[in-house]
């Protein structure tokens, strides 16, 4: 399935139904006063989070606009016109929503099942039974239903990872996924072999697992959109753990410590959030010779930045058992704080987030 983490859609919502003029006429009582009834409600669009999904790929249709049912008219004898039927667009979990016109967030879909009204469906007009009056006993006037809304929406997909691998192209990423997961990534001797983030499931021990994700190659610029730039750094957010594998291989971009401070750099200028995540530094591919004696030489610069080293070869499997030990630790640690801060929030329940006005 190909893989597609943002779309531009255009969603309408179904108008509401025109209330009724009309009057009751039946035998012994010709004049029995008005009886029209009110419009139906149009329907709404709403998002909701499937966490079957992983891609946006159902939604690209450039040319489609996606409606809501409009409410029926209102009849006589006071019948109430039936409302429109709401529009559920199903979205992975991470999806956030922003309306284009207003420039503006509406929400974001992180729980499963949690929905979204993202165009709200018009009011039904009322009926002249709703305008009688001890002065106006007659009345023949109705209203309209309120027309729905047309909004476009930007849907940007930022995966839910536990752990992403982040890094310099041809870093071993790939190489490293499809060691500890099922995942098969495209592996290739030449920069951007990964063009979309991939997705693995690590075992750890005999029941324990979490999700591993291969993020496409960082270069310098890529918060201002250079290389996959922005694509990249959205899905960057949403992990838990940070994992900078280091090229130490003779081909390697920049030096070791360089190759750090430009990565650490591009995360911080996207987001300062992001220096605040559990991070590890994994310097790769030291199976070679020269990155043997690369790691020896800067060792020391790398533990001074602070967070754990853990050197492996992907290739050879060397220190990879020992690496994932090494995140699991920090994405369980991660879980409960998670866990904790999300405790006694009253809003976790609601089963449709309201829009701000």
Request: one cysteine or more; charged letters at 25%; hydrophobic letters at 40%.
């Amino acid at each position: 399935m190909k893989f597609v983490d943002e779309v531009e859609i255009q969603v309408q919502s179904g108008d509401g139904g025109n209330g009724c003029v009309s009057f009751r006429r039946v035998r012994r009582n010709p004049k029995g006063g008005p009886n029209g009834g009110n419009g139906g409600r149009g329907g709404d669009v709403v998002l909701c989070a499937d966490g079957h999904l992983t891609t946006l790929l159902e939604l690209r249709f450039p040319q489609a606009v996606f409606r809501a049912g409009r409410g029926t008219h209102g009849g006589g004898n006071e019948r109430t016109g039936a409302a429109g039927e709401d529009l559920m667009l199903r979205v992975p979990l991470g999806t956030r929503v922003i309306d284009l016109e207003r420039e503006l967030e509406i929400g974001s879909l992180e729980r499963e099942g949690q929905t979204l009204v993202v165009a709200r469906g018009g009011l039904g007009g009322k009926g002249n039974t709703a305008f009688k009056s001890s002065t106006r006993r007659a009345p023949i006037l109705a209203q309209a239903g309120k027309p729905g809304e047309a909004k476009r929406l930007r849907l940007e997909l930022r995966l839910l990872a536990d752990a992403g691998l982040v890094g310099f192209p041809n870093a071993g990423k790939s190489t490293l996924l499809a060691r500890v997961s099922a995942a098969r990534p495209l592996i290739a001797d030449y920069p951007f072999s990964t063009k979309a983030p991939m997705l693995g499931v690590v075992s750890v021990g005999e029941y324990e697992t979490f999700v591993l994700a291969d993020l496409p190659g960082l270069i310098e610029g890529a918060h201002q959109g250079a290389g996959l730039g922005l694509q990249f750094l959205r899905h960057v957010e949403r992990a838990r753990v940070l994992v900078h594998l280091i090229d130490l291989g003779p081909f390697a971009p920049a030096p070791p410590l360089e190759s750090y401070r430009m990565m650490h750099a591009e995360l911080s200028a996207y987001d300062p959030e992001l220096e605040r995540k559990p991070t590890l530094v994994v310097p790769t591919k030291i199976d070679l010779p020269e990155a043997r004696a690369a790691l020896e030489a800067c060792r020391a610069d790398l533990e001074a930045l602070g967070h754990p080293i853990v050197p492996i070869s992907a290739a050879t499997g060397e220190g990879v058992e020992l690496l994932m030990r090494r995140v699991w630790a920090l994405v369980r640690e991660a879980r409960a704080a998670d866990r904790d801060t999300r405790f006694g929030d009253a809003s976790a329940g609601e089963e449709r987030a309201e829009e701000p006005s």
